[in-house]
């Protein structure tokens, strides 16, 4: 899978490796930002309050 | 027969490589829960607290009494035994409220009362860890403990008096006027924390009571009411 992803990368090694830090990056922010906002209350790490539900 | 073993060798590393994946995942939530909220929600509520006490310093001395800001934040509260400075206090128990690392007094599904009241409960949450964590040490409070909380002109000095390290979520007398469960059957002036246990998980509540012991005025330097100085 990686592997795949690396032998598809443009340039020598040294470009690769940078391209896949800023991929790693890249995905690294999406999470951050969009996916685990929205996973939070979803998994039960987080509730304080006492309610009836 | 050797490209066979090629297609299965393919598949394990693939399948290995999907775990390695999985693990970095749940490894970065873990960092995103402890430590990246906590980043966001100390900024932004640093940023609210900001602009709660400059709006007490515009409005000046001369204000009327009781003029309690409900938009923002209706003050700080201040528990030395549980470290980590003052937490803002605003209307709400919602996460997205929650999240700006303030503790919020409940509306819903019991009104609290506000500290100024002749009588009642006021009754407060805020998360035991991420999103600013500002109830994290509240198995440190003990009884006879100190819980202020600051509004713009006067200091609420509360004292521990019972502590339930686990109820059910769904245990919402706690948050009674009067919380019998606490022991007490009058009506008083009352102060709950609610807040998730054990560390981490939110499986139960942790509730700690506290009752007013007395009021200060805020003078024109905010000098801290005698809990406060000694920390």
Redesign the interface.
Known sequence: ???WIWRHLPGNAWVRALISLVLALAV?YV??QYV?PW???LL?????????Q | MARARNRIAGAVSVFGELLITAGVLMGLFVVYSLWWTNVLADREAGRQGDRVRDSWAAEGPAAGPGALDTGEGIGFLHVPAMGGGEVLVRKGTTPEILNDGVAGYYTDPLASALPKDPQGNFTLAAHRDGHGAKFHNIHKLRDGDAIVFETRDTWFVYKVYKTLPETSKYNTEVLRPVPKESGRTAPGRYITLTTCTPVYTSDYRYIVWGELERTEKVDADRTPPEELRAS
Do not use: R
Request: hydrophobic content about 45%; overall charge negative.
């Open positions: 899978m990686y592997g690294v999470l951050f685990f996973a939070e209350p039960p790490f987080n509730d304080v309050t006492v309610d009836g």
